[in-house]
């Protein structure tokens, strides 16, 4: 089945009590069982949920893989991930990195005796030079958030095999309809479903997908023994959302390009970050392993300083000021001071997350009214 299929019918059939076409909301804590042990194969929500089941199926399906996992948060599959190490244990990452991930890595599992390494990812075979008996995991993000570095998973998942390291790939900025990481030799692909999956802003949700089934088992442990699931109102809001995605993304792809070209020679604009320029350092590997380049784009003010920058980001009629991304209505974000501010000065400094960067994440709204938007404001 090609994706647009898959995402309004994987995982998803006629209700067998009542032929529903849309999979009920399952909104029930546990379940009866005959005897002890004789059920359906529920026994309590935390664990398994139908609705949360059939979503799972279709997020799975999307990412090209057998088994998928949703979580209470992106940050929750994250964890789940994390807590599959030990102390002593190392992990390899990049060092632009969404501000909530560097902050678990950095304030939470390095207390437990992980060691993490925050390298430059521009060039994939930097990862080797990190590499010894202690690496267990590399985590990376492609296209990175907010500078819109594009890392060459083919490249690192090679170097991952080659060692028998594990390879997670963040693939909340893309979204499965742009690139699936587990094709290229990924072992887990983990989303913030909060963002293009869901995709109308109107829930927190996280997600992995992986094939091997040794690894399901000890991912879905975890997720059963710490709880951090999700419930079957946000399932269902999510299936729902997921039946338009091929659609919406589509029609963040168009704005996305349209915008990029009206922000590249504006005169308040000093520099862009968008992957589908030819001109950006890792457009190749964009056009190799994605299949366009997204809504996403950062751009740096030309000669503003941080109370200018405030100023624009505030005079937006269309875009709203407003931390995520990925959903249907745009909006207008500033990393140092929102999204990015777990991160210190001099790492965010490092890779251009600086005082005068405003992201974009281009909704799907007509494209002449955001243009005329953005007119306006930089004027
Ligand atoms: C938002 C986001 C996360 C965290 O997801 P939550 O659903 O907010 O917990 C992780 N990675 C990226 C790239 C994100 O944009």
Known sequence: MKFGTKAIHAGQEPDPATGAIMTPIYQTSTYWQKSPGDNKGFEYSRGT????K?????LAALENAKHGLAFSS???ATDAVMKLLSPGDEVITGDDLYGGSYRIFTKIFSNYGIKFHFIDLNDAQNVKKYVNENTKLIWIETPTNPTM???DIESVAAIAKANNILLAVDNTFASPYLQNPIDLGADIVMHSVTKYLGGHSDVVMGALMLNDDELYKRLWFIYNACGATPGPMDSFLVLRGLKTLHLRMKAHCENGRQIAQFLKTHPRVEKIYWP?????????????????????????LKGADLNETFRIASSFKVFSLAESLGGVESLINH????????????????????DNLLRLSVGVEDVEDLLEDLKQALA
């Open 74 to 76: 992106g940050m929750g």
């Open 54 to 58: 059939a979503l799972e199926s279709c």
């Open 49 to 52: 949920n139908p609705t949360r």
């Open 335 to 354: 990393p140092v001071s929102m999204t990015h501010g777990s991160i210190p000065k001099a790492e965010r400094d490092k890779v251009g997350v600086t």
């Open 276 to 300: 589908g320029f030819t001109d950006h350092p890792n457009h190749d590997i964009a056009k190799k392993q994605m299949r366009d380049f997204g809504g996403m784009i950062s751009i740096a």
């Open 149 to 151: 570095q594009i890392v």
